[in-house]
């Protein structure tokens, strides 16, 4: 059965989306709606320019429990939990990445177009209303797009274009237990109609009560992506850390981290073909504000993570903490979307020409990021 689930739980308009695909690689995109301190997440504490824009709070490097990775870059103590897959050589990190959006710095304007792909720089009038994603199904000879469960009646952006889509929208509450929940899997486990359906009807139930939460739309994904997905996107909310950041931000890099931690439990020996990639609509300003936050920012990080992954680098090219862009912002390096681009040509083979022509308009190529 080709399906493509959406879940909204009113945190954002695209919360979760699973495509089917042929072949055994699957590929997970989890967005990180506010604009996430990828200085924070990935701290470049071998800059020496950084104590004197962070402060003693913010980015504390190895001195403050954050975890060496090079000898340059430490992780967010936070993200204690990754370690080990960072050992085993399944996560990496490209720093210095955007989108190709600039200066007006709107969260709207700024994941719609990480959304689309787009290469436009001004978000208001988008060349392309169409979704990356649906574009990405459409280039696929055989994978399906198919809207098969949502919480509202809009059609998420990312997954709007040429590609089939349809919608449904369950208006009824099931009041189910965990125990109940487990019967009906139970039940309608050796049928992919019925598990569809009660999954849906699963997390329907749980968004509309405004119960969704990262570590369940990980463990919703991986058990479609060990049936017949191959492609999969989700968001984590609640990374606009304009005030007490240290705090705010050590719990969400703690959410995110169970959240791919779920997906390789979840996933078992099918992590071993799956590539996560973890990205964010733009980074933030280099300097700490005066309410021990970050502002709205340019250049950021990026995560990859998986059993498919070349992992134990941090990939980009650093361009240091002395030369802001418009003197307040880490100055992008590189578009995140050659990166993706990148991914979806080695990991998924979609011709590296659909993605720059089509899928990721204008983007590069790149190549190394996953085994091959």
């Not at 990980?218 to 492609?231: D, G, K, M, S």
């Not at 050590?250 to 099918?270: C, H, K, N, Y």
């Not at 802001?324 to 998924?348: E, F, K, Q, S, W």
């Amino acid at each position: 059965m080709d399906n493509h689930i959406t879940c909204e739980g009113g945190l954002g308009d695209d919360l979760v989306h699973v495509a089917t695909a042929p072949g055994e690689a699957r590929l997970v995109v989890i967005n990180l709606r506010g604009a996430t301190d990828g200085l924070d997440a990935v701290q470049p504490y071998g800059d020496p320019a950084l104590r004197a824009l962070r402060g003693p709070d913010l980015s504390v490097g190895p001195e403050g429990g954050a975890f060496d990775l090079d000898g340059f870059f430490a992780l967010h103590p936070a993200l204690e939990t990754l370690m080990p897959l960072w050992r085993a050589g399944q996560l990496s990190f490209i720093h210095a990445v955007s989108t190709p959006y600039r200066d007006k710095r709107s969260h709207f304007d700024g994941q719609d177009l990480l959304a689309t792909g787009s290469a436009n720089r001004d978000r208001p009038d988008l060349d392309d209303r169409s979704g990356f994603l649906n574009r990405l199904v459409a280039c696929i000879p055989g994978a399906t797009l198919q809207l098969a469960w949502s919480s509202g009646a809009m059609r998420p952006l990312i997954a709007n274009g040429p590609a089939p889509f349809s919608n449904w929208s369950p208006t009824t509450q099931l009041g189910l237990t965990e125990a109940d929940i487990g019967l009906l899997r139970h039940v309608y486990g050796a049928d992919p109609g019925f598990a569809l359906a009660l999954e849906s009807a699963v997390l329907s139930e749980a968004a509309q009560g405004g119960k969704t939460a990262a570590r369940s739309d990980a463990a919703f994904v991986a058990r479609q992506l060990v049936a017949e997905a191959r492609i999969a996107t989700f968001s984590i909310d609640g990374w606009d850390t304009h005030a007490g950041q240290a705090g705010i931000i050590a719990s969400r890099f703690r959410q995110l981290a169970q959240a791919i931690l779920t997906l390789r439990d979840g996933l078992g020996p099918v992590w071993d073909k799956t590539v996560v990639v973890v990205v964010t609509e733009f980074g933030r300003t280099a300097r700490a504000n005066g309410t021990g936050g970050t502002d709205h920012g340019t250049g950021g990080v990026a995560f990859l993570a998986g059993g498919a992954v070349r992992g134990g680098k941090v990939h980009g090219r650093w361009p240091g903490l002395t030369d802001l862009y418009a003197g307040r912002d880490l100055m992008p390096t590189a578009d995140v979307r050659d990166y993706l681009a990148a991914i979806c040509h080695a990991h998924l083979g979609v011709p590296a020409d659909l993605l720059s022509n089509f899928v990721f308009p204008g983007a590069s190529v790149a190549c190394g990021l996953v085994a091959a």
